[in-house]
């Protein structure tokens, strides 16, 4: 009976280890963000939400100045955010960052964000997931506002894997639209004439299953989410597209013009 006892100890505690060493190690970061410099007395205030599974004893800021030395600075929890700080710098200054967190298990960084010391940053937020076709292959942005947007940096990622990132020069005009291709698509010469490499998102996608898709500033600020969860037919007809009431429907497609209003809705 005893060495039974000492045998049940020794499994339960070899579970409790294995349940242990499971556990996801990595944080996850929502929300980047960071205050202006206007000028060169404007030190910048970064905040970030962190969450993880495990404990997360360590969180930094990191940030280079004109691509040189990295500088550390510990960031403490203020409210619901950790929040660090950057010292001022010279004018035109150009200044990288991104965020670190340590658990026992695993060190994560955020995605990497930039300013530059007199330059009022880029609204990204009219930037909107506006069609997409998994029978074409295609996802279009639009942007709804009324300035131009160049639109390095942001990107699109496809069941939480990043498939498309804008390259510098890629700028989206006001109140016009980006098609970007599968690359199943352009490379079989199925994309339009004229078409750009640099519009092409890598994988497939496919109408007949469900799927994420999620469109991103360069800080990794959400800006746009498709997110079917339940099929409610087998295969989409055409297009998922937004209607003008700004819920997404199945519709006709209509790669790189105004969408047709649909009347059976996808999800709201």
Excluded: R
Excluded at 64 to 81: C, I, R, S, Y
Aim: aromatic share 8%.
């Amino acid at each position: 009976m005893k060495k039974l006892i000492i045998a049940s100890v020794a499994i339960l505690m070899a579970l409790t280890a294995c349940v242990k060493d499971g556990v996801y190690p990595y944080a996850s970061f929502s929300g980047l963000e960071n205050t202006i410099a206007y000028n060169e007395n404007d030190a910048v205030t970064v905040s970030v939400k962190a969450s993880a599974l495990m404990t997360i004893n360590e969180i930094n800021l990191v940030y280079t100045v004109n691509q040189g030395e990295p500088q550390v600075v510990a960031m403490t929890l203020d409210g619901k955010k950790y929040k660090g700080t950057i010292p001022a710098q010279a004018m035109d200054a150009v200044v990288e960052y991104y965020v670190e967190a340590k658990t026992d298990g695993a060190v994560s960084k955020s995605a990497v964000a930039t300013y530059t010391v007199g330059v009022i940053p880029i609204d990204f937020t009219p930037l909107k997931l506006n069609e997409i076709n998994g029978n074409d292959k295609f996802i279009e942005i639009v942007n709804t506002g009324s300035k131009d947007i160049e639109m390095k940096g942001v990107y699109i990622q496809k069941d939480g894997n990043t498939k498309w990132t804008a390259a510098e020069g890629t700028t989206l005009k006001a109140g016009k639209f980006l098609l970007l291709y599968s690359s199943d698509v352009t490379a079989t010469g199925g994309a339009h004439e004229g078409y750009a490499a640099e519009l092409t998102f890598s994988g497939g996608l496919s109408a007949k299953k469900a799927v994420h898709v999620e469109l991103f500033d360069p800080k990794g600020n959400s800006l746009s989410d498709f997110n079917l969860t339940n099929l409610l037919k087998s295969q989409a007809p055409a297009s998922y597209g937004v209607n003008a009431d700004g819920n997404w429907y199945y519709q006709d497609a209509t790669p790189g013009a105004k969408n047709t209003d649909g009347t059976d809705v996808v999800f709201e």
